[in-house]
């Protein structure tokens, strides 16, 4: 069995970052999360610099506030087992790449990026770099070998069937 503090050695993770960014996750995700479903108006002021943001539909504005605060939930576990854990700095970064990609870019081509925008841009792309600080890529990326794999993982048998390791 491998144990976590092999992989922080030998992959260099860097574990008071990734801790830090959970932590950061969790109040930020917190915060925004209950503000914009319980005062999405005063969320709307606070992300728009004041009255900038346009009326916002309820239910999209609604499952934004729902998924930081879930991801600030999922952010609290993360603290105690950081490694489990990182797929939550994963969708981080990738939505916010798509959104830059998708959103942001071109309307700015267009020359049509709202001014309220700007803080949001610019909280994305400072969440951008943590992510890409903490993440330990490396670890992500490698290949597990049947014994590293945790109970509740499958290994392949000599006769090519998949049985569950229990």
Same mark, same amino acid.
Request: hydrophobic share 55%.
């Given at each position: 069995?491998?144990?976590?503090?092999?992989?922080?050695?030998?992959?260099?993770?860097? *574990? +008071?970052?990734? +801790?830090?960014?959970? *932590?950061?996750?969790?109040?930020?995700?917190?915060?925004?999360?209950?503000?914009?479903?319980? =005062?999405?108006?005063?969320a709307g002021?606070?992300?728009?610099?004041?009255?900038?943001?346009?009326?916002?539909?309820?239910?999209?504005?609604?499952?934004?506030?729902?998924?930081?605060?879930?991801?600030?939930?999922?952010?609290? %576990?993360?603290?105690?087992?950081?490694?489990?854990?990182?797929?939550? %700095?994963?969708l981080q970064?990738?939505?916010?790449?798509?959104?830059?990609? *998708?959103?942001?870019?071109?309307?700015?081509?267009?020359?049509? %990026?709202? =001014?309220?925008?700007?803080?949001?841009?610019?909280?994305?792309?400072?969440?951008i770099l943590?992510?890409?600080?903490?993440?330990?890529?490396?670890? *992500?990326? +490698?290949?597990?070998?049947?014994?590293?794999?945790?109970?509740?993982?499958?290994?392949?048998?000599?006769?090519?069937?998949?049985?569950?390791?229990?």
């Amino acid at each position: 069995m491998v144990l976590m503090s092999d992989h922080v050695k030998e992959y260099g993770i860097k *574990l +008071r970052r990734i +801790r830090n960014l959970y *932590l950061a996750t969790a109040i930020v995700g917190s915060i925004t999360g209950l503000m914009i479903l319980l =005062t999405p108006s005063l969320a709307g002021k606070f992300l728009g610099f004041p009255e900038q943001l346009p009326e916002t539909d309820p239910v999209v504005f609604g499952l934004v506030g729902a998924f930081w605060l879930g991801a600030a939930a999922m952010a609290l %576990f993360g603290l105690r087992a950081p490694l489990q854990f990182l797929p939550i %700095f994963l969708l981080q970064l990738v939505y916010k790449c798509v959104w830059f990609s *998708l959103v942001f870019a071109p309307l700015v081509v267009r020359g049509e %990026f709202p =001014t309220y925008g700007i803080i949001i841009a610019a909280g994305n792309a400072l969440w951008i770099l943590l992510d890409v600080r903490a993440i330990p890529f490396r670890y *992500l990326l +490698r290949h597990e070998t049947v014994d590293e794999m945790q109970p509740g993982g499958s290994q392949v048998l000599a006769a090519g069937t998949v049985q569950p390791i229990l």
